[in-house]
C-alpha cells in the first residue's frame, strides 16, 4: 500500500504541473470555457464533486482531540476496534437513561443495568440487545475509519474541500442550515467536516480499486474505440433564451426564430461569404466574437455532447450544413484542423481516469466493493457469530455482483 501512496503522490504532483500548463495556455483556450454569454460550449460538468452525507456516514465516531488519544487509537487492532464500539454504545445509553450501575451484581454475577417492575436488565442483557440492533453497522464504521485512515493521510486539499462545501451548505440552507444539520444527525461543523473528509478518503480508495483492477485488454479496447486525436473549430452562435413570462407558444417562436437565422447564416456561407466576417456580425458568443469564433484544440468531454459530435464528424475546413442545436443555442461549426490519435502509452493515464468514471456510474455498488477490498486485505476477523453473520449478509445484499465471495474468519 506504500507503494499506491507513492504514486498517488507522483500522480497529484503530475495533476498540478498539468494544472499550471493549462492555466498558462488558458488565453489560447479559453474560449471553450465560454461560449453564449462566455460559456455556451463548454460541458455542463454534472459531476460535481459529490458530497453527500448519508446515514452511513452519520454514524462515525468523534475525531480524537488529543494527539495521544490519537496515536492510541491508531495502534488499536481490528478486533479491539470492534469490541471497543459496542462497549462504547453500551456505556452512552447507561449515561443517556441516567442509570448508576453502583457495582450491584446478579447472583449469576452480572452486572445489573436497570430494574423495572420486578424486571432485571443486566449488562451481558443490554449488550446482546445492542449488538443485534447495530453492532454491525457500529463494527463496519469503526474498521473503516480505521482503514481509511490507515492508508490515506488527510491532507490540505481534503481540509480545504470540506471547508468550501460547509460554506455551500451554509449558503444553500442559510437560516435553516442548523436544521440542516439537526435532520442529517449532525451535532456541528466540525463532524460534517469529518464526514466530509472521510467521504474523499472513500472517494480515492473506490478509484484506487478501480485502478487496480483494470485490464490491459478493457484498457486497450477502450484506445481503439474512444481515443482520437484533438481537433479545432471555430463557430457562430445564434442563441436565445425561454421567458418565463412568455407563454410556450411565444417561447417555441423565439426558439424557431433562432434557427431560422442560423440557416440564413449557413446560405450565405454557401454562397462564399467569409466565416469569420459572419462571426462578427452574427455571433452571440461574446468570447470568441472578436478572434473570429475560434474554439482552439479540444477533445472528447470538453464540450457539449451534440457538439463534438458534430465537430469531429466534419474534415477540416468544412462546416456544418444544418444548425447544429445545444442548450446553449444554435451553432454553425467549421472544423479547422486535426491532430494525429496519441499513442496507447501516452493515453494510458487519460484511458484510466475515463474508465474510473465510467465504472463509478456503472455500478452503484463500486464504493462497497473497494472497501471490502481493503477490508481483506487487513485480514478481518470478526469473532463474533452474530456480528459476523450479519456482515456476510450485509455484504451479500450490499453487492449481488460482487465476483468473488467475502467472508470473515
Do not use: C
Amino acid at each position: 500500500m506504500a507503494e499506491k501512496k507513492k504514486a498517488n503522490a507522483k500522480t497529484g504532483a503530475a495533476k498540478k504541473e498539468t494544472a499550471a500548463k493549462k492555466k498558462t495556455a488558458s488565453k489560447k483556450t479559453d474560449v471553450k470555457k465560454t461560449t453564449a454569454k462566455k460559456e455556451s460550449v463548454k460541458k455542463v460538468d454534472a459531476k460535481n464533486e459529490r458530497k453527500v452525507v448519508d446515514a452511513y456516514e452519520i454514524k462515525r465516531q468523534k475525531e480524537k482531540k488529543q494527539n495521544k488519544l490519537v496515536k492510541w487509537f491508531n495502534n488499536l487492532t481490528l478486533e479491539q476496534v470492534i469490541i471497543g464500539g459496542v462497549i462504547i454504545i453500551a456505556i452512552l445509553l447507561i449515561v443517556l437513561i441516567g442509570v448508576s450501575t453502583k457495582n450491584t451484581k446478579t447472583k449469576d454475577g452480572d452486572d445489573i443495568v436497570v430494574q423495572v417492575d420486578g424486571k432485571t436488565i443486566t449488562a451481558n442483557d443490554l449488550y446482546e440487545e445492542l449488538k443485534k440492533q447495530s453492532g454491525q453497522s457500529v463494527a463496519i464504521n469503526l474498521i473503516d475509519d480505521y482503514i481509511l485512515n490507515k492508508e490515506y493521510e488527510t491532507t490540505s486539499e481534503m481540509e480545504e474541500s470540506a471547508e468550501s462545501t460547509i460554506e455551500t451548505y451554509k449558503n444553500t440552507y442559510g437560516d435553516s442550515y442548523e436544521q440542516f444539520l439537526e435532520y442529517n444527525g449532525i451535532s456541528d461543523d466540525n463532524e460534517l467536516k469529518e464526514l466530509l473528509i472521510k467521504n474523499s478518503k472513500l472517494t480515492s480508495a473506490t478509484e484506487d480499486y478501480i485502478k487496480d483492477n483494470l485490464t490491459e485488454k478493457e484498457m486497450k479496447e477502450y484506445y481503439e474505440n474512444n481515443i482520437v486525436g484533438d481537433i479545432s473549430a471555430k463557430h457562430i452562435l445564434i442563441s436565445y433564451e425561454e421567458d418565463e413570462d412568455l407563454s410556450d407558444e411565444e417561447n417555441e417562436a423565439k426558439k424557431e426564430e433562432a434557427k431560422a437565422k442560423a440557416e440564413e447564416v449557413i446560405e450565405k456561407l454557401k454562397n462564399g461569404e467569409d466565416f469569420s466576417a459572419l462571426v462578427k456580425e452574427y455571433s452571440d458568443d461574446e468570447g470568441t466574437k472578436e478572434n473570429g469564433g475560434d474554439l482552439g484544440y479540444f477533445n472528447t468531454g470538453d464540450m457539449v455532447e451534440a457538439f463534438e459530435t458534430a465537430a469531429y464528424a466534419l474534415d477540416v475546413n468544412e462546416y456544418t450544413t444544418e444548425p447544429v442545436e445545444t442548450e446553449y443555442g444554435y451553432h454553425i461549426i467549421m472544423k479547422t484542423g486535426q491532430k494525429d490519435k496519441p499513442s496507447y502509452k501516452k493515453s494510458k493515464d487519460t484511458i484510466k481516469e475515463k474508465l474510473v468514471e465510467e465504472k463509478k456510474e456503472e455500478d452503484s455498488t463500486i464504493s462497497v466493493k473497494a472497501m471490502i477490498a481493503l477490508r481483506e486485505e487487513y485480514n478481518i476477523k470478526i469473532k463474533d457469530k452474530t456480528i459476523k453473520s450479519d456482515y456476510n449478509s450485509y455484504i451479500k445484499e450490499a453487492t449481488t455482483t460482487t465476483t468473488t465471495t467475502t467472508s470473515a474468519e
